[in-house]
């Protein structure tokens, strides 16, 4: 079965960087595009993030354009996203996800816009 299993997250201090992986199995991952999205406290789905299956274009909420980067290896089977300036406002739990549409890459934000989601890791922004 298809598996995604987020790693990574932690507590940190605003300004300070964390990377998150996404190790992926069960499916022809170079085939497919993926997304980080997050929930924080109190809110609810929300897009970061999302890459094409060959890696080539990259999408970004406003929120977090010019801090957080996304990126892939497919050799691996692997997502990542490097995360660097935090706020506390990013404090949520991130999930990578596989969107069910083509346009779901570039801000989807349902979990019904998704096929397939891990169990998440816990990013903590706090002083």
């Known amino acids: 079965e298809w598996q995604l299993v987020e790693s990574g997250g932690g507590l940190v201090q605003p300004g300070g960087s964390l990377r998150l992986s996404c190790a992926t199995s069960?499916?022809?991952?170079?085939?497919?595009?993926v997304s980080w999205v997050r929930q924080a406290p109190g809110k609810g789905l929300e897009w970061v993030s999302g890459?094409?299956?060959?890696?080539?274009?990259?999408y970004y909420a406003d929120s977090v354009k010019g801090r957080f980067t996304i990126s892939r290896d497919n050799a691996k089977n692997t997502l990542y996203l490097q995360m660097n300036s935090l706020k506390a406002e990013d404090t949520a739990v991130y999930y990578c996800?596989?969107?069910?549409?083509?346009?779901?890459?570039?801000?989807?934000?349902?979990?019904?816009?998704?096929?397939?989601w891990g169990q998440g890791t816990q990013v903590t922004v706090s002083s």
């Open positions: 890459i094409r299956s060959g890696g080539a274009a990259t």
């Open positions: 069960g499916f022809t991952f170079s085939s497919f595009d």
């Open positions: 996800a596989v969107p069910r549409d083509v346009n779901g890459v570039n801000g989807a934000s349902e979990w019904d816009d998704y096929n397939y």
